[in-house]
C-alpha cells in the first residue's frame, strides 16, 4: 500500500500530466492553407457602379465619403448595402452578436446568398465561443462562407481559459478591423462591431460610435485588407473548429432566419427590405457623397502571431506621420485612450509652438471595461503634465439624444463612448477601427482610411468639440498640488466621478499593474 508521501506524489504527477494534456490541445493550432475560389471582387456594371457614375464628378478625386454619425443610420445603410448587392458581400468584424440586430444582418446575408451573392464572413475569435452556432447557420449555405481569424483551439470551459494563458503571446494578436463591402465598390469603414448596442437598439447602454462610407475604387483596398485576413493561414474554416450538433436543425434555422427578417421588425429604424426600396435609401445617401482625397492604411495579419509585437504597425505609424504634420490642433476621440512614455517622448519630439492636443475619452463612469480604463488611469497625470487636455465622457451627457436615436435609451441608460478618430487642423480626418491605445499600436490589426476633406474634418472636429462640452464630459485637470480634478456644468470633484468605491478601487489597483499594452 502506497504511503502519504507516494500518494501525494502520485498525484501531483497525475495533475501534471493532466495540466500538460490540455496544454498540449491548447497551443496544438496549426496554420491553414486555403482555397481563394470564393474570390470574386468587383461586380461590373452594377447598382454601385451606377450609383458612381451619377453622383461622383469626374473632375474631383474619384471616391466619395458620407459620415454614419448615428446607429441608427449605420443600420439601416448596412441593411441596404445587403439588398441592394447582387454579387458579393464581404464583411469583417470584431464583434457580431447573436441579438436582434446581429441576427436580422445574418438573416438579410442568407437571403442575399439565397439569390446568388456570394457571402464571406470573417470575425475574430475573442467574442465568438458561444455563437458558433448561429454562424454555423449561415456557414452551411452553399454561397457562405465562414472564418475565424486565430481561434482559440479549445471553444469553451477550462480548455478555453488554458489556451487564452499558454498561448498567451498568439492569443493577443487580434483582427480588430471592421469593414463591410458590397460588390467591391460601396463599403464602410469605422469603429462599430455588429450588435445592438452599436445600433442605437440596446435598452441601457448605446455606445457613441462612428462610421464612413465610401463608393468608389478606393472600396477596393477595403477588399484587399479583407483578403490579406482572408488567406491569412491564422484564420480557419468554421467547419474546422466547430460542427453542429444538428446539420438538418441549422438548415431549417436558415430557413427560419429569412422568414424571420422577412417580416417588419421592431427596431428604432425601419431596415429597407427587397432591392427597390434599398436602392432609393442608398441613392439618397449617394446625392451627398463628398469626394476628397483619401487612403486606406491597413496592418496585415502576422505570419507568425507569437513572434515579437514591439513595433508599431501600419496604421500607427501613419498616425505618427499626420501628428508630426499637425501645425495648430489635433482633436483625439478614442474610446480607449493610452499613451505611455515612449508616445509621449515622440510627442514632445514633434510638436510644434502653438500645437494644441485634446483628446475626450472615456470615463470610469462610462467605460464599459473598468480594466481599459485602469490603463488609461495609469498614464493620465504624464499624459496631464506633458501638455494633452483631456476630457472624460459623462454617461448622461446632455448630447446622447442627438448621437443616439434611442430618447428612452438616454433617458434610462446611458451612453459610452465607441469612436475613434482624430482630426488634424481641421483638414484631415483620420477614422477607422483603431484606438489611440497600446493594444491598437502595437497588438491588434486595424483599419483606418485617412481622408484630406475640410468639410468632414470640421464636421468630426466641431462633434467632438461639443462632446468636450460640460454638459457633456468631465474636464479632467492637474490643481496647484498636482493632484487630478474633474470639472463639469454641475460638479468639481477630486475623485473619479459617478460611480461607487469598489469599481474606482479596481479600476486603482489594476492601474498598478503594467498590463497597459495588453488591455
Known amino acids: 500500500?502506497?504511503?502519504?508521501?507516494?500518494?501525494?506524489?502520485?498525484?501531483?504527477?497525475?495533475?501534471?500530466?493532466?495540466?500538460?494534456?490540455?496544454?498540449?490541445?491548447?497551443?496544438?493550432?496549426?496554420?491553414?492553407?486555403?482555397?481563394?475560389a470564393l474570390a470574386k471582387g468587383l461586380a461590373p456594371d452594377s447598382f454601385f457602379t451606377e450609383q458612381a457614375e451619377k453622383h461622383l464628378s469626374a473632375d474631383l478625386p474619384d471616391t466619395g465619403f458620407l459620415l454614419l454619425n448615428t446607429g441608427r443610420d449605420a443600420f439601416t445603410v448596412r441593411a441596404a448595402l445587403i439588398e441592394s448587392a447582387s454579387r458579393s458581400i464581404d464583411a469583417q468584424y470584431y464583434i457580431w452578436n447573436d441579438d436582434t440586430s446581429g441576427r436580422y444582418l445574418a438573416g438579410r446575408?442568407?437571403?442575399?446568398?439565397?439569390?446568388?451573392?456570394?457571402v464571406r464572413l470573417l470575425l475574430d475569435d475573442i467574442n465568438v465561443a458561444g455563437n458558433e452556432s448561429l454562424f454555423a447557420v449561415l456557414n452551411g449555405h452553399p454561397n457562405i462562407r465562414v472564418r475565424i481569424f486565430n481561434p482559440a483551439r479549445s471553444r469553451s470551459g477550462v480548455g478555453r481559459f488554458l489556451s487564452l494563458i499558454l498561448d498567451f503571446d498568439r492569443i493577443n494578436r487580434r483582427m480588430h478591423n471592421k469593414t463591410f463591402v458590397a460588390d467591391g465598390y460601396a463599403g464602410i469603414a469605422g469603429g462599430r462591431n455588429i450588435g445592438d448596442e452599436y445600433f442605437d437598439a440596446h435598452?441601457?447602454?448605446?455606445f457613441r460610435d462612428r462610421d464612413v462610407m465610401a463608393l468608389g475604387p478606393l472600396v477596393g483596398e477595403m477588399t484587399d485588407n479583407f483578403e490579406a485576413y482572408w488567406n491569412s493561414q491564422w484564420s480557419y474554416p468554421l467547419e474546422k473548429i466547430y460542427q453542429p450538433q444538428n446539420p438538418e436543425l441549422a438548415a431549417s434555422t436558415r430557413s427560419r432566419?429569412?422568414?424571420?427578417?422577412?417580416?417588419?421588425?421592431?427596431?428604432?429604424?425601419?431596415?429597407?427590405q427587397g432591392h427597390e426600396t434599398a436602392d432609393a435609401l442608398l441613392?439618397?445617401?449617394?446625392?451627398d457623397l463628398i469626394q476628397a482625397p483619401a487612403k486606406l492604411v491597413y496592418d496585415v495579419p502576422p505570419e507568425d502571431p507569437s513572434g515579437p509585437a514591439d513595433s508599431p504597425k501600419q496604421t500607427a505609424q501613419a498616425l505618427y506621420r499626420l501628428v508630426a504634420e499637425a501645425e495648430s490642433q489635433i482633436l483625439v476621440e478614442s474610446a480607449y485612450f493610452v499613451l505611455a512614455d515612449e508616445q509621449l517622448e515622440n510627442?514632445?519630439?514633434?510638436?510644434?509652438?502653438?500645437?494644441?492636443?485634446?483628446?475626450?475619452t472615456n470615463s470610469l463612469a462610462s467605460n464599459d471595461l473598468v480594466s481599459n480604463h485602469s490603463a488609461y488611469a495609469r498614464w493620465r497625470e504624464e499624459m496631464l503634465q506633458n501638455g494633452i487636455e483631456l476630457y472624460e465622457l459623462r454617461p448622461d451627457a446632455r448630447a446622447c439624444k442627438i448621437w443616439v436615436g434611442n430618447e428612452a435609451a438616454c433617458e434610462n441608460g446611458a451612453v459610452s463612448l465607441h469612436s475613434k478618430a482624430v482630426v488634424f487642423d481641421r483638414d484631415t480626418l483620420f477614422i477607422g477601427s483603431l484606438n489611440v491605445n497600446l493594444r491598437s499600436i502595437y497588438l491588434n490589426g486595424e483599419t483606418v482610411l485617412i481622408i484630406q476633406s475640410p468639410e468632414l474634418a470640421k464636421a468630426v472636429g466641431d462633434d467632438i468639440r461639443h462632446s468636450m462640452t460640460p454638459e457633456n464630459s468631465w474636464h479632467v485637470t492637474l490643481d496647484d498640488s498636482g493632484d487630478l480634478t474633474w470639472q463639469s456644468s454641475d460638479q468639481q470633484v477630486d475623485h473619479e466621478p459617478d460611480v461607487g468605491f469598489w469599481r474606482r478601487a479596481k479600476s486603482r489597483f489594476l492601474s498598478w499593474l503594467p498590463l497597459e499594452k495588453y488591455l
Do not use: Y
Open 109 to 118: 446575408l442568407v437571403a442575399a446568398a439565397e439569390r446568388g451573392v456570394t
Open 1 to 36: 500500500m502506497p504511503s502519504k508521501l507516494q500518494t501525494s506524489i502520485i498525484k501531483s504527477l497525475g495533475l501534471w500530466l493532466l495540466f500538460g494534456l490540455l496544454a498540449g490541445c491548447a497551443s496544438a493550432l496549426k496554420p491553414v492553407k486555403h482555397d481563394p
Open 283 to 287: 441613392e439618397a445617401r449617394f446625392a
Open 347 to 360: 510627442l514632445r519630439e514633434v510638436v510644434k509652438p502653438g500645437l494644441s492636443v485634446l483628446a475626450i
Open 203 to 206: 435598452h441601457t447602454l448605446n
Open 257 to 272: 432566419l429569412i422568414n424571420e427578417t422577412a417580416q417588419a421588425q421592431a427596431f428604432k429604424a425601419t431596415p429597407p
